[in-house]
């Protein structure tokens, strides 16, 4: 499957953005998809991950309470809303895919997933 991120641009600190991610390609198998993220100099973290199903969901201790995931699956997209941004939430943002027989089951680590997008650039000014 081929995954197109969209959505990042530059913001002030508190605003909002949302993410996109737009697969394409072999859609027909279930696949579970996260949000990380890679600042310069930093690994690449786990931001957020959602099942298949939509009903299960993973999120980093640093966006709890801020970002959102959700997904549909009609549409082939999932997003991320990311609410009061901070500075240290600067970093180019990734999707990932993997597929999955599991409906309910959320991955969190790279290595989880085959899949990804090109990345899509978060800058937040303080």
């Known amino acids: 499957v081929q995954l197109q991120a969209s959505g990042g641009g530059l913001v002030q600190a508190g605003d909002s953005l949302r993410l996109s991610c737009a697969a394409s390609?072999?859609?027909?198998?279930?696949?579970?998809v996260a949000w990380f993220r890679q600042a310069p100099g930093k690994e690449r973290e786990i931001v957020a991950s959602?099942?298949?199903?939509?009903?299960?969901?993973h999120f980093a201790h640093s966006v709890k309470g801020r970002f959102a995931i959700s997904r549909d699956n009609a549409k082939n997209t999932v997003y991320l809303q990311m609410n009061s941004l901070k500075p240290e939430d600067t970093a180019a943002y990734y999707c990932?895919?993997?597929?999955?027989?599991?409906?309910?089951?959320?991955?969190?680590?790279?290595?989880?997933?085959?899949?990804w997008g090109q990345g899509t650039q978060v800058t937040v000014s303080s």
């Open positions: 990932a895919a993997r597929i999955t027989y599991y409906h309910h089951y959320v991955y969190v680590n790279p290595t989880d997933f085959r899949s």
């Open positions: 959602v099942s298949y199903s939509g009903d299960n969901t």
């Open positions: 390609g072999r859609t027909t198998y279930m696949y579970a």
